[in-house]
């Protein structure tokens, strides 16, 4: 049975902030973990999904970030019959960030940019099925984000973590959480403990979980003891040239590194 499900990783373009969608595919039909922001690549995955020829039935969305959902309206243009769907608290969440994100992503970016917002329908079920294999849908409180709606593949001891971890990425730290980024590590190393063979990030390559775990804590906690700086350049000098070949890099100097040291 565990041969009747296969992952497809595909990442967007840096300015689209290197963010990872996943097509997990049965023979025939197939579901999209998470989106990504920019119009174009989002053209480009819908291409990609079409050349499989499954049927998409679900976009599941992970968390309330634009590189994760803001795509969603391509994807329900091209495939008018998909399900649109996430947990009741991401979902709260979108509906409290969602408007104000697009309005800013449709100034910034103009004709790249969204043109609405679509909130995804509530899914009341704690499990999923691609053709008739389980998925489940495990559910991890703030961190880098304030609700990630994660998918658990037994068959393929496989786990879709999203933004609970990165690989070789600046972590994006706007939100100020690193402490409890780091408490939601160390829920995820319980969890995958014995139990997932490969974690899925939403940003850079999928590995083992310890791997991606540790990749994950020593960012922050680098982060963390930069901050002892108190400069908001020396922080960003200090990141960039302890991580000088991370992926994107906005995340750093764009967003955290502002929100930690608003300009006076
Ligand atoms: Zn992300």
Same mark, same amino acid.
């Given at each position: 049975?565990?041969?009747?499900?296969?992952?497809?990783?595909?990442?967007?373009?840096?300015?689209?902030?290197?963010?990872?969608?996943?097509? @997990?595919?049965?023979?025939?039909?197939?579901?999209?973990?998470? @989106?990504?922001?920019?119009?174009?690549?989002?053209?480009?995955?819908?291409?990609?999904?079409?050349?499989?020829?499954?049927?998409?039935? #679900?976009?599941?969305?992970?968390?309330? #970030?634009?590189?994760?959902?803001?795509?969603?309206?391509?994807? @329900?243009?091209?495939?008018? &019959?998909?399900?649109?769907?996430?947990?009741?608290?991401?979902? +709260?969440?979108?509906?409290?960030?969602?408007?104000?994100? $697009?309005?800013?992503?449709?100034?910034?970016?103009?004709?790249?940019?969204?043109?609405? $917002?679509?909130?995804?329908?509530?899914?009341?079920?704690?499990?999923?099925?691609?053709? +008739?294999?389980?998925?489940?849908?495990?559910?991890?409180?703030?961190?880098?984000?304030?609700?990630?709606?994660?998918?658990?593949?037994?068959?393929?001891?496989?786990?879709?973590?999203?933004?609970?971890?990165?690989?070789?990425?600046?972590?994006?730290?706007?939100?100020?959480?690193?402490?409890?980024?780091?408490?939601?590590?160390?829920?995820?190393?319980?969890?995958?403990?014995?139990?997932?063979?490969?974690?899925?990030?939403?940003?850079?390559?999928?590995?083992?979980?310890?791997?991606?775990?540790?990749?994950?804590?020593?960012?922050?906690?680098?982060?963390?003891?930069?901050?002892?700086?108190?400069?908001?350049?020396?922080?960003?000098?200090?990141?960039?040239?302890?991580?000088? &070949?991370?992926?994107?890099?906005?995340?750093?100097?764009?967003?955290?590194?502002?929100?930690?040291?608003?300009?006076?």
């Amino acid at each position: 049975m565990s041969q009747a499900l296969t992952i497809e990783k595909f990442t967007s373009s840096e300015g689209g902030s290197w963010s990872n969608a996943y097509l @997990v595919s049965g023979p025939k039909e197939a579901l999209l973990f998470d @989106v990504f922001m920019l119009r174009p690549d989002t053209e480009d995955l819908v291409s990609k999904i079409k050349a499989t020829g499954k049927t998409l039935t #679900h976009l599941f969305i992970s968390h309330a #970030h634009p590189d994760h959902f803001m795509g969603s309206e391509v994807i @329900v243009e091209h495939f008018p &019959d998909v399900k649109v769907v996430s947990t009741p608290n991401v979902i +709260g969440d979108l509906n409290a960030a969602g408007p104000p994100i $697009l309005s800013m992503l449709q100034s910034k970016l103009g004709p790249n940019g969204p043109k609405k $917002l679509i909130v995804p329908d509530e899914i009341a079920a704690s499990k999923l099925t691609v053709e +008739g294999e389980e998925i489940e849908i495990v559910e991890f409180r703030e961190g880098e984000s304030r609700h990630f709606a994660t998918l658990n593949i037994p068959a393929l001891k496989s786990h879709l973590a999203s933004d609970l971890v990165y690989n070789e990425a600046h972590c994006y730290l706007a939100e100020k959480r690193p402490d409890a980024w780091l408490d939601r590590l160390n829920e995820l190393e319980t969890f995958s403990n014995g139990r997932i063979h490969t974690a899925y990030p939403g940003h850079g390559e999928p590995d083992v979980p310890a791997k991606l775990i540790q990749k994950t804590r020593d960012y922050l906690t680098a982060f963390q003891s930069a901050l002892g700086l108190g400069d908001g350049r020396a922080v960003e000098q200090e990141m960039l040239s302890k991580f000088p &070949d991370y992926h994107a890099k906005q995340f750093l100097t764009v967003f955290t590194i502002p929100a930690y040291f608003p300009a006076k």
